[in-house]
Nanobody, 124 residues
Framework: QLVESGGGLVEPGGSLRLSCAAS????????VGWFRQAAGKEREGVSC????????YYADSVKGRFTTSSDNAENTIYLQMNNLRPEDTAVYYC???????????????????WGQGTQVTVSS
Protein backbone atom coordinates (compact mmCIF):
# COMPACT_ATOMS: atom_id res chain seq x y z
CA GLN A 1 0.00 0.00 0.00
CA LEU A 2 1.27 3.45 -0.96
CA VAL A 3 0.01 6.75 0.40
CA GLU A 4 1.13 10.10 -1.03
CA SER A 5 1.00 13.39 0.81
CA GLY A 6 2.47 16.86 0.63
CA GLY A 7 0.68 18.32 -2.36
CA GLY A 8 -0.91 21.74 -2.39
CA LEU A 9 -0.99 25.17 -3.94
CA VAL A 10 2.31 26.99 -4.40
CA GLU A 11 3.41 30.07 -6.30
CA PRO A 12 5.81 29.80 -9.23
CA GLY A 13 9.36 29.48 -7.97
CA GLY A 14 8.22 27.84 -4.75
CA SER A 15 8.95 24.40 -3.35
CA LEU A 16 7.07 21.37 -2.14
CA ARG A 17 8.12 18.01 -0.79
CA LEU A 18 5.94 15.04 -1.60
CA SER A 19 6.02 11.92 0.55
CA CYS A 20 5.09 8.37 -0.36
CA ALA A 21 4.62 6.15 2.67
CA ALA A 22 4.80 2.44 1.94
CA SER A 23 3.59 -0.51 3.96
CA UNK A 24 6.86 -2.25 3.09
CA UNK A 25 10.48 -1.29 2.53
CA UNK A 26 10.04 0.56 -0.75
CA UNK A 27 13.42 -0.25 -2.20
CA UNK A 28 13.49 -3.85 -1.03
CA UNK A 29 13.36 -5.51 -4.44
CA UNK A 30 11.01 -2.89 -5.86
CA UNK A 31 11.74 -0.03 -8.16
CA VAL A 32 10.02 3.16 -7.06
CA GLY A 33 8.73 5.88 -9.31
CA TRP A 34 7.06 9.26 -9.22
CA PHE A 35 4.63 10.00 -12.01
CA ARG A 36 2.29 12.87 -12.77
CA GLN A 37 -0.80 13.46 -14.81
CA ALA A 38 -1.97 16.90 -15.82
CA ALA A 39 -5.55 17.52 -16.81
CA GLY A 40 -6.20 16.22 -20.31
CA LYS A 41 -2.73 14.72 -20.65
CA GLU A 42 -1.24 11.27 -20.41
CA ARG A 43 0.51 10.16 -17.25
CA GLU A 44 4.27 10.69 -17.44
CA GLY A 45 7.27 9.52 -15.47
CA VAL A 46 8.98 12.20 -13.39
CA SER A 47 11.64 10.26 -11.50
CA CYS A 48 12.30 6.57 -10.93
CA UNK A 49 14.82 4.62 -8.84
CA UNK A 50 16.02 1.11 -9.54
CA UNK A 51 16.17 -1.22 -6.55
CA UNK A 52 19.17 -3.15 -7.90
CA UNK A 53 21.71 -0.35 -8.05
CA UNK A 54 19.89 2.77 -6.96
CA UNK A 55 20.21 4.34 -10.40
CA UNK A 56 17.85 7.25 -10.78
CA TYR A 57 16.06 8.67 -13.80
CA TYR A 58 14.73 12.20 -14.04
CA ALA A 59 12.59 13.56 -16.84
CA ASP A 60 14.31 16.36 -18.74
CA SER A 61 11.59 18.78 -17.68
CA VAL A 62 12.48 18.37 -13.98
CA LYS A 63 16.24 17.79 -14.03
CA GLY A 64 18.02 20.13 -11.67
CA ARG A 65 14.77 21.06 -9.92
CA PHE A 66 13.40 17.78 -8.52
CA THR A 67 15.21 15.27 -6.30
CA THR A 68 14.05 11.81 -5.24
CA SER A 69 15.27 10.34 -1.98
CA SER A 70 14.28 7.58 0.40
CA ASP A 71 14.24 6.91 4.10
CA ASN A 72 14.30 3.16 4.37
CA ALA A 73 13.88 3.26 8.15
CA GLU A 74 10.58 5.07 7.63
CA ASN A 75 9.60 3.16 4.46
CA THR A 76 9.10 6.50 2.76
CA ILE A 77 10.09 7.94 -0.58
CA TYR A 78 10.31 11.69 -1.09
CA LEU A 79 10.13 13.99 -4.09
CA GLN A 80 11.64 17.38 -3.36
CA MET A 81 10.38 19.86 -5.93
CA ASN A 82 12.09 23.25 -6.21
CA ASN A 83 11.62 26.18 -8.54
CA LEU A 84 8.16 24.98 -9.43
CA ARG A 85 6.55 26.14 -12.64
CA PRO A 86 2.90 26.34 -13.70
CA GLU A 87 3.51 23.44 -16.09
CA ASP A 88 4.32 21.24 -13.08
CA THR A 89 0.66 21.39 -12.09
CA ALA A 90 -0.66 17.83 -12.01
CA VAL A 91 -1.74 14.97 -9.81
CA TYR A 92 1.43 13.26 -8.61
CA TYR A 93 1.52 9.53 -7.97
CA CYS A 94 4.10 7.19 -6.53
CA UNK A 95 4.33 3.64 -7.80
CA UNK A 96 6.36 0.51 -7.23
CA UNK A 97 7.00 -2.65 -9.18
CA UNK A 98 9.25 -5.63 -8.47
CA UNK A 99 10.15 -6.06 -12.14
CA UNK A 100 10.72 -2.45 -13.17
CA UNK A 101 13.85 -0.32 -13.22
CA UNK A 102 14.55 3.37 -13.55
CA UNK A 103 14.60 2.88 -17.33
CA UNK A 104 10.91 1.99 -17.18
CA UNK A 105 9.92 5.47 -16.10
CA UNK A 106 8.72 6.00 -19.67
CA UNK A 107 6.21 3.15 -19.39
CA UNK A 108 3.83 4.03 -16.59
CA UNK A 109 1.39 1.27 -17.51
CA UNK A 110 3.82 -1.49 -16.55
CA UNK A 111 3.99 -0.39 -12.91
CA UNK A 112 1.74 -2.53 -10.76
CA UNK A 113 1.23 -0.72 -7.46
CA TRP A 114 0.00 2.86 -7.17
CA GLY A 115 -0.90 5.38 -4.54
CA GLN A 116 -4.04 7.49 -4.71
CA GLY A 117 -2.24 10.62 -5.91
CA THR A 118 -1.78 14.11 -4.51
CA GLN A 119 -2.62 17.35 -6.31
CA VAL A 120 0.10 19.90 -6.95
CA THR A 121 -1.00 23.28 -8.27
CA VAL A 122 1.52 25.96 -9.22
CA SER A 123 -0.17 29.30 -9.69
CA SER A 124 0.10 32.91 -8.68
Amino acid sequence: QLVESGGGLVEPGGSLRLSCAASFSPLDGHAVGWFRQAAGKEREGVSCISSSDGSTYYADSVKGRFTTSSDNAENTIYLQMNNLRPEDTAVYYCATDPDASSADCHSWSMWDYWGQGTQVTVSS
